[in-house]
């Protein structure tokens, strides 16, 4: 099957459109139970809109006692995000299968002739909607700075992080710095961290690949975005729990945190490799 660039960035077989899940809003939507956790203002306007639920109630992560716990809030809104993607996703197709056919596109591309559907109808042979997730390593890192600070080493509680992250982390810089240098960091070739890193992974992957889309039976799959929304959306997402603050951008597709990788090229690789492998079924993954 041959293969096209897309957009500049990577091969991509044809017949193939995407959607981006930005994984860090499942941390935030954990520490709140489904809530805003600082409401967003308006930059042009500078109005500050309703704080609002997101996602599903998973609860007062005040109240956690266990790591267990939050790990459980965050894949529920995790998959909850995952969901909405497929179901907004597939408004758009069967608005655009009803009014924006392509059918000298659709002439070019395998299956359609064979099977007399336009693209939009899903004529294509390789017929897939791409998930592609952002934030990775931002949210990794954020997750096991969680549960280093909060669980295991108890240097404060939720609740004092949750209110660093609603003050940006300003007059909070003694727990700022304990995220950022002494929480483990994927990228390290650390097993704890890539340990996390690889869970993180399957959660939202095994999570996509369960979904078809119910107008042309699309399937989904995972697929990883190298794109600039990792600087964009530092500016719209509230500060991590990784010890970025808002306004400083996120990480890259499945590269470390800026800054993070700080044991070399090689220990970079093996930690990507830990985490890279049999989410791309039958070759049919990015």
């Known amino acids: 099957m041959p293969r096209e660039h897309h ?19 499942a941390v935030e939507l954990a520490l709140t139970g489904g809530y805003d956790l600082v409401p967003f203002t308006d930059p042009m306007t500078g109005k500050t809109d309703k704080r609002q639920l997101w996602g599903p109630e998973t609860g007062d992560a005040t109240t956690f006692e266990t790591w267990d716990q939050f790990w459980n809030a965050y894949a529920e809104q995790t998959r909850f995000i995952v969901e909405k993607i497929v179901r907004l996703f597939e408004q758009t197709e069967e608005v655009v299968a009803r009014f924006s056919p392509t059918p000298y596109l659709s002439c070019l591309v395998r299956g359609c002739a064979e099977t007399g559907l336009d693209i939009t109808e899903g004529g294509a042979e390789l017929f897939y909607g791409t998930i592609e997730a952002v934030t990775y390593a931002t949210t990794v890192d954020s997750l096991l700075a969680v549960k280093h600070l909060v669980f295991d080493r108890k240097l ?41 890193a690889l ?11 369960k979904h078809k889309s119910r107008h042309t039976g699309r399937q989904f799959r995972p697929g ?16 991590s729990p990784d010890g970025r ?3 400083k ?12 990788d700080t044991q070399g090229p090689t220990a970079n690789v093996n930690s990507v490799g830990k985490v890279l492998g049999g989410k791309a079924t039958g070759g049919n993954g990015d």
């Open 7 to 25: 957009g500049g960035q990577r091969p991509f077989r044809h017949g193939r459109p995407q959607s981006q899940l930005n994984l860090l809003k």
């Open 156 to 196: 404060c509680t939720m609740q004092q992080l949750i209110a660093a992250l609603q003050d940006n982390w300003e007059g909070h810089e003694s727990l700022q710095a304990q995220a950022l240098n002494r929480a483990p960091k994927y990228g390290r070739d650390d097993d704890l961290a890539d340990e996390m």
């Open 199 to 209: 869970q993180v992974m399957d959660l939202w992957t095994e999570e996509t690949w």
């Open 224 to 239: 990883m975005l190298s794109w600039n929304y990792w600087v964009s959306d530092g500016f719209v997402l509230p500060a």
């Open 245 to 247: 603050p808002n306004g």
């Open 249 to 260: 951008f996120l990480s890259n597709a499945l590269c470390p945190s800026n800054g993070a």
